[in-house]
T-cell receptor
Framework: GAVVSQHPSWVICKSGTSVKIECRSL??????MFWYRQFPKQSLMLMAT?????????EQGVEKDKFLINHASLTLSTLTVTSAHPEDSSFYIC?????????????FGPGTRLTVT | GQNIDQPTEMTATEGAIVQINCTYQ??????LFWYQQHAGEAPTFLSY??LDGLEEKGRFSSFLSRSKGYSYLLLKELQMKDSASYLC??????????WGAGTKLIIKP
């Protein structure tokens, strides 16, 4: 199956700093990638849809100025958590479908566990 | 609004069979997915149903009834490694995935 990687797998940062998380499709091109957040014992919450070459689409309630998304190439999307606070501590997961705009399964990255102290 | 319902937690015995139900109400339907997620890991794809009926894949089977807005995931010959959360997700008319809260399955020896 297709492979999606994320880096870093875990990160600890101080409150007020920024953290960048990378999501890469290793063996396919992804025009669309999705960013999710998952708090303990809860389901996935879609934060935004990342589109190659255009602006990301954010879900209601997600601050686009705080969670900066850049999809600069067909294999890389980045999520930057700016001015991080302890409440941003969560498990961040990206995913990408093999083909966009259709009922295709999504391939998930291994996730990034962010802890803000 | 859009809604996916599945039980929060289920317990079963090793070697037994368990059925995890999922009901949904969405704006449009382009298929239903089941994913498995072990604690601290990302979800992995299990099955996809878009037509009514049963799809069998080894020990796992998934059933769909579009008229009833209902699906179930059937796990046979349960193994301890099947202890995980099982997520039901429906793709709506805009090809957006709507996720259920997940069912935590606990397998006891």
């Amino acid at each position: 199956g297709a492979v999606v990687s994320q880096h870093p797998s875990w990160v600890i940062c101080k409150s007020g700093t920024s953290v960048k998380i990378e999501c890469r499709s290793l063996d396919f091109q992804a025009t669309t990638m999705f960013w999710y957040r998952q708090f303990p014992k809860q389901s996935l919450m879609l934060m935004a849809t990342s589109n190659e070459g255009s602006k990301a689409t954010y879900e209601q309630g997600v601050e686009k100025d705080k969670f900066l998304i850049n999809h600069a190439s067909l294999t890389l999307s980045t999520l930057t958590v700016t001015s991080a606070h302890p409440e941003d501590s969560s498990f961040y997961i990206c995913s990408a479908p093999l083909l966009a705009g259709g009922p295709h399964e999504q391939y998930f990255g291994p996730g990034t566990r962010l802890t803000v102290t | 609004g859009q809604n996916i319902d599945q039980p929060t937690e289920m317990t079963a015995t090793e070697g037994a069979i368990v059925q995890i139900n999922c009901t949904y109400q969405t704006s449009g339907f382009n298929g239903l997915f089941w994913y498995q997620q072990h604690a601290g890991e990302a979800p992995t794809f299990l099955s996809y149903n878009v037509l009514d009926g049963l799809e069998e894949k080894g020990r796992f089977s998934s059933f769909l009834s579009r008229s009833k807005g209902y699906s179930y995931l059937l796990l046979k010959e349960l193994q301890m490694k099947d202890s995980a959360s099982y997520l039901c997700a429906v793709m709506d008319s805009n090809y957006q995935l709507i996720w259920g809260a997940g069912t935590k399955l606990i397998i006891k020896p």
